[in-house]
């Protein structure tokens, strides 16, 4: 028979574990959006839409499900180094409320430096809290035989406590009927990464 000062020792563990584990699970958490809530999507040729038509973009079905207005900033080709210059403009220029950070593909396809790549990130972060503008990052392939998310943007918004949609591009990329090329969704890929980021705004709180 246990005694009671091990009961209370186990007892004791046992609500310290769940607490841990509550801890670890929480997402971290955006402020509600309003209505009137301008959303940009900041990126390259992902957020850009190549390889379907712009209506069919990301952004712009993300605009439809949200029923808000998303801007779309992405620019095909451009790397890291080169959003993370261009952002300081796109942001004095729309003021948006809330900022959908995907971007890096090219980096990675080119074999650029990671750790820059990450510097570079974690920039384009800085700019938008130094504005109070919170920050959604998406994450995007690894260069591999397997279609897995890069790791840096996990580590990225793990140390910057930001809502993480890690798996949606890979995901797209690995389904032939979603894309248009081996490195671009189609229009269904673009509303399959829509849905991601919607559903990922909802489990964050920015939205209903």
């Not at 973009?57 to 080709?77: F, K, T």
């Not at 798996?167 to 990329?173: H, M, P, Q, R």
Request: aromatic share 2%; with cysteine.
């Amino acid at each position: 028979m246990l005694q009671a000062p091990l009961i209370k020792s186990l007892r004791l563990m046992g609500w310290l574990l769940l607490l841990c584990l509550a801890a670890c699970s929480e997402s971290p958490s955006l402020t509600s959006l309003s209505p009137e809530a301008r959303i940009l999507a900041f990126g390259d040729s992902l957020t850009k839409g190549v390889g379907a038509p712009s209506a069919q973009s990301y952004p712009a079905q993300l605009a439809h499900l949200l029923q808000r207005e998303v801007i779309n900033a992405g620019v095909s080709g451009e790397v890291s180094a080169a959003g993370l210059q261009r952002l300081p403009k796109v942001l004095d220029a729309e003021q948006p409320d809330l900022i959908i950070l995907c971007h890096g593909g090219n980096d990675i396809l080119r074999s650029l430096d990671k750790d820059r790549l990450a510097q570079n990130l974690q920039g384009m972060i800085d700019l938008a809290r130094e504005r109070d503008i919170p920050v959604v990052l998406v994450a995007v392939p690894q260069r591999s035989l397997l279609l897995r998310a890069e790791p840096l943007y996990q580590t990225l918004a793990d140390d910057n406590k930001l809502p993480l949609q890690a798996g949606i591009v890979a995901k797209v990329l690995g389904e032939p009927d979603w894309r248009s090329d081996r490195i671009h969704p189609n229009g269904v890929g673009y509303q399959r990464l829509a849905e991601a980021v919607r559903d990922l705004l909802r489990e964050a709180g920015a939205i209903q």
